[in-house]
C-alpha cells in the first residue's frame, strides 16, 4: 500500500482502513517538535495533564461530549445502557452482551482493540513500535519470572480512546497475583510509541499472574497512558475466575494490554502474525478469537 506521510493504517476484516487518532495535531506538537520535546518530560511526570483531564471526566459538563464522541468515532452502542453522567461513567461504560469461544482451546481477546502478534520471544529484546525494542525484565519489574516466557509468545493489544475498556478473562483459572508498578503516563497512540524508547517499562502498569486452565501460566501487563489516571481490578489475589468473567477497567484516555504466554502454550492466529510481520496493526473485537492453545 502507499500511505501518505505520517498516515497510520490499521488491517480490519480484509481492509486497510486509516486510523483516526483523537487530538493528534496536539499529541504531534508534543511528541514530534522541539517545543512539545522540551515540555513534554515536566508535563508527564507532574501528571498534569491527567489530572486535569480526570476532573474535568468526573464533571456533569462532560457527559454533554458523549453523543458527539460516538457520533465522530462510529461507536456501536449495541449492549450497552446508554444512560452516563459524566465522561468517565461513559469510557468505563459496561457490556451486558459479553460472549466468548465455547471451544476451550480457542481463545477470545480479552478486549477491544488493535491487535499484533509475535511467537518465540527473547525477553531481553522484545519489539515495541517502529523498530523500537524492551526487555521484559523492565516491563516485569523482575528478571527471574522475565525468563520463563523465553521462547513463549506474546499479543499486544492497544484499546483505542473509542474502544470499550474494561478487560474481561479469556479463560477459567486462577489469580495467583497481582500488583501495580508506579510510572509515568505517556501517551501509547502510534505517535509517541515511536518516539519514546521502552515506552512499556517507563508507563504506569499491573502486573497480573494468571493460571489458566487451558493455556497455562499467562502474565497480563495492563499499561496506562495520558489521561488513564486509574487501573481498577474486579478479582482479588488467590480468586478463581470464570472465562468471560470482568477482569478491569482503565479510566479516561487510550490503554494496552500486553499477555505472555510460556513457549508451546498459546499460538496466535495466522493471519494476526501476517499482518504484524507486514507492520499492522489487527482491528479485535472482544470475545473473538485470536489463537489456539498448544504449539503451532
Known amino acids: 500500500m502507499n500511505h501518505e506521510k505520517n498516515e497510520i493504517f490499521v488491517y480490519n476484516n480484509g481492509q486497510y482502513e486509516k486510523e483516526l487518532i483523537p487530538a493528534e495535531k496536539l499529541l504531534r506538537l508534543i511528541y514530534e517538535s522541539p517545543v512539545g520535546s522540551a515540555t513534554l518530560p515536566f508535563l508527564v511526570k507532574r501528571k498534569i495533564l491527567s489530572r486535569i483531564y480526570g476532573l474535568y471526566c468526573r464533571t456533569a459538563f462532560s457527559a454533554r461530549k458523549i453523543p458527539q464522541f460516538i457520533e465522530e468515532h462510529n461507536i456501536d452502542m449495541t449492549g450497552y445502557s446508554g444512560s452516563y453522567k459524566n465522561f468517565t461513567d461513559f469510557f468505563a461504560r459496561e457490556r451486558t452482551d459479553v460472549s466468548f469461544p465455547g471451544e476451550s482451546n480457542i481463545l477470545g481477546s480479552p478486549c477491544e482493540g488493535v491487535a499484533s502478534a509475535y511467537l518465540d520471544i527473547d525477553p531481553q529484546k522484545l519489539i515495541g ?126 490503554s494496552l494490554l500486553i499477555a505472555f504466554f510460556k513457549k508451546g502454550a498459546f499460538t496466535p492466529d495466522k493471519e494476526l502474525i501476517k499482518q504484524t510481520t507486514a507492520g499492522y496493526e489487527t482491528t479485535v473485537l472482544l470475545g473473538k478469537p485470536l489463537g489456539y492453545a498448544g504449539a503451532p
Open 129 to 254: 513500535a517502529k523498530g523500537s525494542y524492551f526487555s521484559l525484565g523492565e516491563l516485569f519489574n523482575n528478571e527471574k519470572l522475565a525468563e520463563t516466557y523465553r521462547g513463549g509468545s506474546m499479543l499486544h493489544i492497544r484499546l483505542k480512546p473509542a474502544n470499550y475498556h474494561r478487560l474481561h478473562f479469556f479463560d477459567e483459572g486462577k489469580v495467583l497475583d497481582s500488583k501495580f508498578i508506579n510510572g509515568d503516563l505517556f501517551s501509547v497512540s502510534p505517535i509517541a510509541l515511536g518516539r519514546i524508547a521502552k515506552l512499556y517499562c517507563l508507563n504506569k502498569r499491573a502486573l497480573i499472574l494468571f493460571e489458566s486452565k487451558n493455556f497455562g501460566d499467562v502474565a497480563l501487563v495492563e499499561v496506562g497512558a495520558t489521561f488513564v489516571g486509574s487501573i481498577v481490578h474486579c478479582f482479588e489475589s488467590g480468586e478463581s475466575v470464570s472465562r468471560g468473567q470482568q477482569a478491569g477497567y482503565f479510566l479516561p484516555g487510550g
